[in-house]
């Protein structure tokens, strides 16, 4: 796709005029990617306000979209794809992290504040509606984190501290075994430092035992640099299929069996009249067509920020990547009994209409086989994830170099020039497009 190709290249500019001339993509079933896609642009683009424009639609399509009960019906006897789009859940929390960016670039630190505190909101209300399989991406560490660090900037040191702890405590019970993130060193560093400033003593103490680590505040006259550096870019989607063997039925329940996975599969025949449940029992072998993840690997593995003659690595926070394909793996654990059922009605059709007609039979295998394909369709210009740090800077001008280390060797590196005001924290926002 001629967009997704401009945006992995940088060519932001002719991104956006790709998209400002597809007016049909904003009106179709793909509209909400639509949305996210204009919104990633213009915030590369450095249109923060119209970025969230589009963000917001993107958000409203997602939380507030109606089923089209004509849409559902079709995908019951077609396929996933002639439904409108409904982001990944992650994806849905992606769009309130780029909106708390573009505030926060703003300077509009308590909208800023809202979009952090609605991704947390969003993942609890995701999982409410979830009676089985609930998502195991449950709570957001980094957006606790971001949340702190904006406190911070915005001067309200208590529940920057409050944040802080929130997102310690998430690292170490949900991210470190969920997603190999453990809680980056200027977490800690932050969380002491707010500690400190609002006079909790016995929580200095407390963590600086547990950290092994003491730190020294920041001097009134100078400022810091927050600097989040995106890497990468998130993966894409294909497909896969699986053939799956019928076991027979129990208790109104028909059971599919996969030899190749080694468990087996319910599908409930309990809304189903006399008639299609006989054409559903007669069914031997069916088979499912789900997405999966193609992971696209960072040309980089590690970068730092060199300042003052120190340098400052830029820490894992978000492994999109990760979150991703955790996220499709729950999702699909949720739906496999939809997606057998959605098969075994179509070849029911396919077996009754043999039935009736050997050649309407015949062409109603052909179109089933055609339209069984799995739901590819996702947000492929997110970042493969987050790093960010913290650098102690002087007012006034300073140039700095951002040190990028390959995947297999070798370095680049940029400048990266920034004005710190006295007293204040300045944020900048980088990512690194290239991948292997």
Request: aromatic letters at 10%.
């Given at each position: 796709?001629?967009?997704?190709?401009?945006?992995?290249?940088?060519?932001?500019?002719?991104?956006?005029?790709?998209?400002?001339?597809?007016?049909?993509?904003?009106?179709?079933?793909?509209?909400?990617?639509?949305?996210?896609?204009?919104?990633?642009?213009?915030?590369?683009?450095?249109?923060?306000?119209?970025?969230?424009?589009?963000?917001?639609?993107?958000?409203?399509?997602?939380?507030?979209?109606?089923?089209?009960?004509?849409?559902?019906?079709?995908?019951?006897?077609?396929?996933?794809?002639?439904?409108?789009?409904?982001?990944?859940?992650?994806?849905?929390?992606?769009?309130?992290?780029?909106?708390?960016?573009?505030?926060?670039?703003?300077?509009?630190?308590?909208?800023?504040?809202?979009?952090?505190?609605?991704?947390?909101?969003?993942?609890?209300?995701?999982?409410?509606?979830?009676?089985?399989?609930?998502?195991?991406?449950?709570?957001?560490?980094?957006?606790?984190?971001?949340?702190?660090?904006?406190?911070?900037?915005?001067?309200?040191?208590?529940?920057?501290?409050?944040?802080?702890?929130?997102?310690?405590?998430?690292?170490?019970?949900?991210?470190?075994?969920?997603?190999?993130?453990?809680?980056?060193?200027?977490?800690?560093?932050?969380?002491?430092?707010?500690?400190?400033?609002?006079?909790?003593?016995?929580?200095?103490?407390?963590?600086?035992?547990?950290?092994?680590?003491?730190?020294?505040?920041?001097?009134?006259?100078?400022?810091?640099?927050?600097?989040?550096?995106?890497?990468?870019?998130?993966?894409?989607?294909?497909?896969?299929?699986?053939?799956?063997?019928?076991?027979?039925?129990?208790?109104?329940?028909?059971?599919?069996?996969?030899?190749?996975?080694?468990?087996?599969?319910?599908?409930?025949?309990?809304?189903?009249?006399?008639?299609?449940?006989?054409?559903?029992?007669?069914?031997?072998?069916?088979?499912?067509?789900?997405?999966?993840?193609?992971?696209?690997?960072?040309?980089?593995?590690?970068?730092?920020?060199?300042?003052?003659?120190?340098?400052?690595?830029?820490?894992?926070?978000?492994?999109?990547?990760?979150i991703a394909f955790q996220s499709l793996k729950d999702r699909m654990l949720r739906e496999i009994g939809s997606n057998l059922l959605r098969l075994a009605t179509k070849q029911a059709m396919e077996q009754l209409s043999r039935h009736e007609n050997k050649n309407l039979g015949a062409v109603v295998s052909i179109v089933n086989a055609m339209t069984e394909k799995a739901d590819t369709r996702n947000w492929q210009s997110l970042?493969?994830?987050?790093?960010?740090?913290?650098?102690?800077?002087?007012?006034?001008?300073?140039?700095?170099?951002?040190?990028?280390?390959?995947?297999?060797?070798?370095?680049?590196?940029?400048?990266?020039?920034?004005?710190?005001?006295?007293?204040?924290?300045?944020?900048?926002?980088?990512?690194?497009?290239?991948?292997?």
């Amino acid at each position: 796709m001629v967009v997704q190709e401009n945006i992995a290249s940088g060519n932001f500019e002719q991104a956006n005029k790709e998209l400002e001339k597809d007016k049909k993509w904003a009106e179709n079933n793909h509209r909400v990617l639509y949305f996210m896609n204009r919104g990633m642009v213009l915030f590369m683009m450095g249109e923060h306000e119209q970025s969230n424009h589009y963000f917001n639609l993107a958000d409203y399509y997602t939380e507030d979209f109606q089923k089209n009960i004509g849409s559902e019906a079709l995908a019951l006897i077609s396929n996933p794809m002639v439904r409108p789009y409904r982001p990944e859940d992650f994806e849905a929390i992606m769009i309130h992290y780029y909106k708390a960016l573009n505030f926060i670039v703003l300077k509009d630190y308590e909208s800023a504040l809202v979009e952090c505190r609605r991704v947390n909101i969003r993942l609890q209300q995701f999982n409410e509606k979830y009676k089985e399989h609930k998502n195991k991406y449950a709570r957001d560490a980094f957006a606790h984190n971001l949340m702190g660090i904006v406190y911070q900037a915005a001067g309200d040191d208590n529940n920057a501290f409050i944040a802080y702890r929130n997102a310690l405590e998430i690292y170490e019970n949900d991210y470190r075994e969920l997603f190999n993130v453990a809680p980056p060193q200027q977490l800690k560093e932050d969380l002491l430092m707010s500690a400190r400033r609002i006079g909790f003593h016995d929580e200095v103490r407390f963590y600086e035992e547990k950290f092994g680590l003491s730190v020294s505040d920041i001097q009134q006259e100078d400022g810091d640099l927050v600097y989040i550096w995106m890497n990468g870019l998130g993966p894409v989607k294909a497909e896969w299929s699986l053939n799956l063997t019928n076991m027979g039925t129990s208790n109104g329940t028909l059971l599919f069996g996969s030899d190749e996975l080694g468990t087996s599969f319910p599908v409930s025949l309990g809304n189903q009249s006399q008639g299609q449940q006989a054409q559903f029992k007669n069914l031997s072998v069916i088979r499912v067509a789900f997405p999966k993840y193609i992971e696209r690997p960072p040309m980089y593995q590690s970068a730092v920020l060199k300042a003052n003659q120190k340098s400052y690595s830029l820490e894992l926070a978000q492994n999109i990547n990760k979150i991703a394909f955790q996220s499709l793996k729950d999702r699909m654990l949720r739906e496999i009994g939809s997606n057998l059922l959605r098969l075994a009605t179509k070849q029911a059709m396919e077996q009754l209409s043999r039935h009736e007609n050997k050649n309407l039979g015949a062409v109603v295998s052909i179109v089933n086989a055609m339209t069984e394909k799995a739901d590819t369709r996702n947000w492929q210009s997110l970042p493969y994830a987050l790093h960010y740090t913290r650098i102690p800077l002087s007012a006034g001008d300073h140039n700095l170099i951002l040190e990028q280390q390959r995947i297999g060797g070798g370095l680049s590196t940029d400048s990266v020039n920034v004005t710190i005001q006295p007293g204040e924290t300045t944020f900048q926002i980088y990512h690194q497009l290239e991948t292997r």
